[in-house]
């Protein structure tokens, strides 16, 4: 009888140290997940800064070929001062 209630009580021991390893076994799992969904979010948000930051850059690109298209065609005549000095923009 002695020998049953030992071997309870061991067993008893042993179900209660599973269940704690098994509760801190759940929450490294919560944080994990928890990790897992900011590390999606955060590439989310990289991806949408990178198509952002393409399309400004697009859009500078433009920008910046229309302004030397106009500007080319400010520099194709020469400009003369009162002195009759010819300058050249360029």
Do not use: C, Y
């Not at 509760?23 to 919560?30: G, I």
């Not at 999606?40 to 952002?52: F, S, T, V, W």
């Not at 910046?64 to 080319?72: I, L, V």
């Amino acid at each position: 009888m002695i020998k049953i209630h030992l071997t309870i009580k061991i067993l008893e021991q042993r179900n209660l140290t599973l269940e704690t390893e098994m509760m801190s076994l759940h929450d490294e799992l919560d944080q994990e997940r928890k990790k897992f969904t900011m590390i999606e979010i955060k590439m989310r948000n990289a991806e949408r800064a990178k198509e952002d930051a393409e399309k400004r850059n697009d859009m500078l690109q433009k920008e910046m070929e229309q302004f030397f298209s106009t500007f080319g065609e400010l520099t194709v005549e020469p400009r003369r001062t009162e002195r009759g000095n010819t300058i050249w923009i360029q």
